[in-house]
């Protein structure tokens, strides 16, 4: 499965972004699909994720309660709401799939990757 990453850009603290992953080759609603994200010379991280019909969905600690994951499998694309950002939201934002029913937080379990979006969150 081939995947986009679009949305990003810059925003002021406090602000919102809504980022999204679109989908081409393979049948969408197979996959669980994560959002991942990478700052400058740090680890990738997990963000969020969410099952293949979109019920079950799970968040790192850091961006519960502001960020939202939902998908469209009609579209063949999951959306990541960004409320809230603050600097240290900054990061390329990656979505990836995983054949797995839920999705996972590791970044091992992900077989397929986009290629990123850029997310600048200024003070």
């Known amino acids: 499965v081939q995947l986009q990453a679009s949305g990003g850009g810059l925003v002021q603290a406090g602000g919102s972004l809504r980022l999204s992953c679109t989908s081409s080759?393979?049948?969408?609603?197979?996959?669980?699909i994560g959002w991942f994200r990478q700052a400058p010379g740090k680890e990738r991280e997990f963000v969020a994720a969410c099952s293949r019909g979109g019920g079950r969905t799970f968040y790192a600690d850091s961006v519960r309660g502001r960020f939202t994951i939902t998908r469209d499998n009609a579209k063949d694309t999951v959306y990541l709401q960004l409320n809230g950002l603050k600097p240290e939201d900054t990061a390329v934002y990656y979505c990836?799939?995983?054949?797995?029913?839920?999705?996972?937080?590791?970044?091992?379990?992900?077989?397929?990757w986009g290629q990123g979006t850029l997310v600048t969150v200024s003070s």
């Open positions: 990836a799939a995983d054949d797995y029913l839920y999705g996972s937080s590791a970044v091992a379990d992900y077989d397929y």
């Open positions: 080759g393979h049948t969408f609603s197979n996959y669980a």
